[in-house]
């Protein structure tokens, strides 16, 4: 009964990843469900090991982004004042301090996941958290 919950989970957030992410993140669900054929098919084990490696790549991307948008010296104004750049080192730094929380945050919802629905629901939502935070940083950077 818990791997028929942990399946049905899995087929929900994963149609809830291609219809949200269907252009961004193909590359990450054609790697997923390529993990998931090379282990032999959907078990609690592939599922944990494929999503583990999707979040590993998201948060590579994450962090490349999360440092392209914080660069200080790339203003969008030509003569920027020194009110200007102090306020945009401050928006920054707050950005940059606000990734960790997110992540801690997101972590702690899915722990809530995995423990009531369990099997693989924990990776899975960290995972849908992750392409989310990426599709948001590729949308407004």
């Known amino acids: 009964m818990n791997l ?4 049905s989970v899995f087929f929900l957030l994963i149609s809830s990843i291609y219809s949200v992410y269907a252009e961004d993140n193909k ?4 790697y997923y469900n390529k993990c998931i054929e090379d282990q032999g098919g959907i078990s609690n084990g592939a599922i944990v090991s494929c999503t583990n490696e999707v ?3 998201s ?6 982004l999360v440092d392209e948008i914080s660069m200080v010296d790339n203003y969008p104004y030509e003569k920027p004042n020194q009110a200007m750049i102090d306020y945009e ?4 730094e707050m950005f940059e301090s606000s990734i960790y929380p997110y992540f801690e945050s997101s972590a702690n919802i899915c722990k809530y996941f995995s423990f009531h629905v369990g099997g693989p629901a924990g990776p899975i939502c960290n995972m849908d ?5 990426l599709e948001a940083l590729k949308r407004y950077r």
Request: proline fraction near 0%; aromatic fraction near 4%.
């Open 27 to 30: 590359a990450s669900i054609e």
């Open 89 to 92: 080192i401050e928006m920054k």
């Open 59 to 64: 948060d590579e991307i994450i962090m490349a």
């Open 55 to 57: 979040i590993r790549h």
């Open 4 to 7: 028929i919950k942990s399946i």
């Open 129 to 133: 958290f992750r392409l989310q935070l």
